[in-house]
């Protein structure tokens, strides 16, 4: 286990407000762009986006010196029947996500990329995890990437009472207070199996659900080729990416994440973490 490492920054994080309205079937929400306004949607997405390639990205990470939206009370989160899935704002704008950690075999080298191309992500941490790793979520908070709660344990929130998905709930917000410096705005379920109780909970704790758009299948463990040929094919304004940063050997996860970011970001993407707003 590794020590615990005081916090010596404050944590200036990306956790808004909530979505505009309520999600429909396709679950989009609207992201914060930092200060610099994105550019305009272009037509090209995808496969076809990566042959085309545009400027570099406008989005890159800025030194944080302001303060991030003000939490939302927890009873002014809506009750959601389907999680978001998709962001909406101006301009190529794509979220990575990594479930399941963090893993100190792994995640450092994630964070290195990032850092390296000055860019925000989402982490969907477990507490059984995080708890043994807290300097990690603190260098996710100095860095400002959005820590979001994946439940302690990762079980099937399907098969428990709701009970024990508070329980599973609750004490990953509390490891991730501790390390991370705020409570999640943001929680994904295990295998993206919601129910009825996960929704209510979530919303009771102050977190809105998140799924994915584009799910890389790097739990498989496949080839770095193939992770990297999934991210890029399906790449396009609005979407949510799902990898891995632990969970399993996510050596290949690593090595894709080396090789795509920087296609992405060389074909015009904004890669970026949600604010939400309500209005």
Known sequence: ????QLLTRRRVLIAGAAAAGAAGAAGVFAVGTGDRAARPAAPAAGAQAA????????????????HGPPRIAADRVPVRGTPLMRVSGRGRVMVLTFDDGPDPRYTPD??????????????FVCGEMAVHSKDLLARMADEGHVVGNHTWSHPLLTGLSPGRIRS?????????EEAYGERPAWFRAPYGAWNRAAFHLGAELGMEPLA??????DWTEPDARVIVDRVTEGAAPGVVVLSHDAGGDRSQSVRALRAYLPALLE???HVTVPRLQYV
């Open 1 to 4: 286990m590794q020590k615990d």
């Open 51 to 66: 042959r085309r390639p545009l400027k570099p990205s406008a989005y890159r990470l800025q030194p944080l010196t302001g």
């Open 110 to 123: 994630v964070l290195d990329i990032l850092a390296r191309h000055e860019v925000r992500a989402m982490f």
């Open 168 to 176: 599973e709930m609750e004490r990953t917000c509390d490891v991730i």
């Open 212 to 217: 994915w758009t584009v799910d890389t299948l």
């Open 267 to 269: 074909s015009g993407y």
